[in-house]
Each structure stands twice: as C-alpha cells, then as structure tokens.
C-alpha cells in the first residue's frame, strides 16, 4: 500500500503548488520541490532510496532535461516560422524532431522512476521563448543560432556531469546515450555561426532551467 502512497503524495505536492500562486507559479520549480518532498518522506521514514526512488540530483537532471527538451523543441517551431535562412529552419525542425524524441525517453524515464516532470517550460525560459517571438527575419536568425549554441553548450556539461556523477545507472545511461546528439546539434550551431558571419560574442552564463 505504501508503494503506491507515496507516488500519490508526490503527485499531490505537485497539485498543491500548481494551484497556488496567482502569479503563475513555475513548473519547473513545482517539479524540483515535489519531488524533494517525496524523497525526503522517504527517508524520514527510514526507507532510503532505492532503485526507484532515485536521489534529489538524479531526480532534478530528469527534471532540467525535461524543461531543456521541451525549450529546445519550442524554439525549434519558431524557427521554422520566423527564421529567414533555409538552413536555419532546417535546423529548427531538426531540434522539434528529436528533442521531442529525447523528451519521450526521459518521461518513459521518469515515470519508471517515479519522478513528476514539469508539464511545460520554466519562467526563465519562457521569457526566452517571448523575446525571440518578437525577432523577425535576419535577427531572429542571429539571435535564435547563437541560444543554440550557447545552450548545448550548457547541456552538455549537464549530461557529462550526469554520466560521470550521477547514482542512478539508468539516468546515467540516458545522459551518455544523448551526449551524441547533443554534441552534433552544437556542431551544426556552430556551422550556422559561420554560415550568418555572426561576430561570437563572449557567452553569457546560462541561467537554470
């Protein structure tokens, strides 16, 4: 009975914190905090994590790789709108199609490890998503390109972080199975860099997802 009380308590922080806030609370964060509540029941219950449960980090890479994969494949529809070069929109329906993909394996993931995902992208990114919904043409291009870049940047030390440090074997499979891509979606970033003669400016920290 226990097994299947904790899930639903875990579901139930979620409900909570979604349905506080009129500001609009964040996904993401209601994500992170219901899964710490459920672990940290866990263990004041004197039942450690195990196989299933997986620990907060593990739990919050699946959380961050949900919100990054849904970001990218948003990002990548627009692209495919607004951009003015071929190539670039090209690049934005490669990013819907298999960012999608990653993001099916990591909610298959997920629920085999009983962690609640975020159902849509942070505030951060969001707002990233409206700033560039306001590019047009050549600037869309530029300022679209160079977020790739800088973003798989970030993602691939998150992943590397994961494959090497993380405590869950499956979740660190699944970050060393999609270094790959991650690594072949910046190489062609890259190339779009040089393709629109872009002046690289010096990468800006990307904030948390």
């Given at each position: 009975?226990?097994?299947?009380?904790?899930?639903?308590?875990?579901?139930?922080f979620?409900?909570?914190?979604?349905?506080?806030?009129?500001?609009?609370?964040?996904?993401?964060?209601?994500?992170?905090?219901?899964?710490?509540?459920?672990?940290?029941?866990?263990?004041?219950?004197?039942?450690?994590?195990?196989?299933?449960?997986l620990?907060?980090?593990?739990?919050?890479?699946?959380?961050?790789?949900?919100?990054?994969a849904?970001?990218?494949?948003?990002?990548?529809?627009?692209?495919?709108?607004?951009?003015?070069?071929?190539?670039?929109?090209?690049?934005?329906?490669?990013?819907?199609?298999?960012?999608?993909?990653?993001?099916?394996?990591?909610?298959?993931?997920?629920?085999?490890?009983?962690?609640?995902?975020?159902?849509?992208?942070?505030?951060?990114?969001?707002?990233?998503?409206?700033?560039?919904?306001?590019?047009?043409?050549?600037?869309?291009?530029?300022?679209?390109?160079?977020?790739?870049?800088?973003?798989?940047?970030?993602?691939?030390?998150?992943?590397?972080?994961q494959?090497?440090?993380?405590?869950d074997?499956?979740?660190?499979?699944?970050?060393?199975?999609?270094?790959?891509?991650?690594?072949?979606?910046?190489?062609?970033?890259?190339?779009?860099?040089?393709?629109?003669?872009?002046?690289?400016?010096?990468?800006?920290?990307?904030?948390?997802?």
């Amino acid at each position: 009975m226990r097994s299947l009380l904790f899930p639903c308590l875990g579901l139930l922080f979620f409900g909570l914190f979604s349905a506080c806030g009129g500001g609009g609370p964040d996904p993401v964060k209601n994500a992170r905090d219901s899964n710490a509540a459920r672990i940290d029941s866990l263990q004041a219950m004197g039942r450690p994590t195990d196989t299933i449960t997986l620990s907060k980090p593990d739990a919050d890479f699946l959380v961050n790789a949900a919100s990054g994969a849904m970001l990218e494949a948003d990002l990548g529809r627009l692209a495919e709108t607004h951009a003015a070069n071929p190539r670039v929109r090209d690049f934005g329906a490669m990013m819907v199609k298999e960012h999608s993909e990653g993001l099916e394996k990591i909610q298959h993931l997920a629920a085999r490890k009983r962690v609640v995902l975020p159902d849509s992208v942070s505030q951060h990114q969001q707002k990233e998503i409206t700033n560039l919904q306001k590019k047009k043409g050549g600037d869309f291009d530029k300022a679209y390109v160079q977020m790739m870049v800088d973003d798989h940047k970030s993602d691939i030390n998150e992943f590397q972080k994961q494959a090497s440090q993380g405590t869950d074997s499956l979740t660190r499979v699944f970050a060393t199975g999609s270094l790959q891509m991650l690594h072949r979606h910046l190489d062609s970033a890259n190339s779009l860099v040089n393709l629109l003669g872009l002046n690289r400016m010096p990468t800006q920290p990307i904030s948390p997802k």
